[in-house]
């Protein structure tokens, strides 16, 4: 006959090992939500990339995104705190924001312009192209020219190309238009150019409607651009710091993948697909953003970028380093 008693020795050992098998899926269970604000766009790779891979998962972290038309405009939810991580670019408004005390801060990489990855870009509307109306920048004064926002990365480039050839950023008319609306706006001739990021300038190509015109590596003395940045909110880096550093562990793990295989993996250009609603082949032709490894971030191009809105009027001036907080990276 066997003796089942259990002893209260062996009853402790065998909870104990129970609870040793179901720690794992109760830590699954347990995963931290971050709040991210974002814009679909291919630079946004290492992100969606993390999402689908589970690498925000093997951190304990679940990415609940939102979606902007602008980084600018999450902008007041960074502000409080109802919103802990957004992608973009930096901005007038980040800048003016963090003059003002604002707590929050650009954190890491998300995208560069530099030779060979423009992937931010100027378009302009194929059959004024074709018939030789536009050949330079130069023959886009009075022109209607969209971007995303006023105050953000594209305002910044698109008055560094008129600057370069002699125009200021006040000769071209400037709409504001999210990137699904400027498709549309070309097809119905209501705007002359967009600035834009990939996949959509690799859209509009696809319908016929516009062609690349002018990356930023082709404008004398600009050099390679910082557009797209990873920022946090005050609360998230110092409420939730630990999180916050899971968070960033598992997006340098994707950023570093994105790095090596790039928007040709057909892995990868599945992913962007599924988030940016771009077909796969679209996005394998698109131009591709050059993307840090490490994340790190192009200082001395943002200083400029605060610069440039400053002497436009748009912000107060600040200095650069009191608008970052690189120590996630280490």
Known sequence: MVNRKITGKKLRWALGLALLILLPGMALGQAETVKLGDLAAISNAAIYIAIEKGFFKEQGVNTEISNFASAAKMVPALVVGELEVSVGSASAGLFNAVAEKAPFRIVADKGQTKEGYGFSLLAVRKDLVDSGQVKTFKDLKGKKIAILAKG?????????????????????????LDAPSQVTAFETKAIDAAYAVEPWVARFTERGVAVQFRTPDQVKGLGPVQVGVIIYSGKFINERRSVAQRWMNAYLKAAELFHKNGTKDPEIAAILEKYTKVPAKVIQTAIPPYQDPNGKVLRDNLADQAQWFAGNGMQKKISIDSALDLSFLK
């Open 152 to 176: 953000n990365i594209q305002h910044y480039l698109v008055g560094k190309m008129a600057e370069e050839v002699g125009l200021t950023i006040n000769d071209v008319e400037l709409s504001f």
